[in-house]
């Protein structure tokens, strides 16, 4: 798994983020994860906003979440808007090769379940994909849950 130090950001880390992709993965389960994505400067540039959608086995879409990054705190954050109504605030780290890192634990989904560590590595690959890696950490150990690389769709 790609490795993450304490250095900080700025939204230029963010910038090859700028268009619209389009998803074709497997979760680590095998099941398919067909999704779309729009990035787009907002708020006279000082942020980058972005709505991703998952789109369903008949064609169907549903908007999965709502992905804003700015800076806060003297660091590049992601903060996302959940279909649930909830809302995480993320500080980015830098990894290997361009990589944004983030990290956070996931809340137990029910009682006497245990919280559950999240690592998601970014890493832009060309000018048209960018890699999305997600990492669930049980008992100690990073699993990977979904490795799928994304691409620009054509304007």
């Known amino acids: 798994m ?10 230029s880390a963010a910038k090859f983020l700028v268009g ?6 497997k979760w680590a389960n095998g099941s398919p994860l067909v999704a779309r994505a729009s990035y787009a400067y907002e708020n006279d540039g000082t942020a980058i906003a972005g709505r991703t959608f ?5 064609g169907g879409e549903k908007q999965r979440d709502l992905t804003v990054f700015a800076m806060k705190e003297g660091t590049l954050h992601q903060i996302v808007f959940h279909q649930d109504g909830s809302t995480r605030v993320t500080p980015a780290r830098p ?5 944004i890192v983030f990290e956070w634990v996931k809340p137990a989904s029910a009682p006497g379940k245990a919280d559950i560590p999240i690592r998601q590595v970014w890493t832009p690959i060309d000018a048209d994909h960018w890699r999305w890696q997600s990492f ?6 990073w699993h990977s849950s979904v490795d799928g690389v994304w691409t620009r769709k054509p304007s």
């Open 54 to 58: 998952v789109i369903d086995d008949k």
């Open 95 to 99: 990894g290997d090769g361009g990589a």
């Open 136 to 141: 669930s950490q049980l008992k100690g150990e």
């Open 20 to 25: 619209e992709w389009a998803l074709d993965a």
């Open 2 to 11: 790609p490795a993450a130090d304490s250095k900080t950001l700025d939204l």
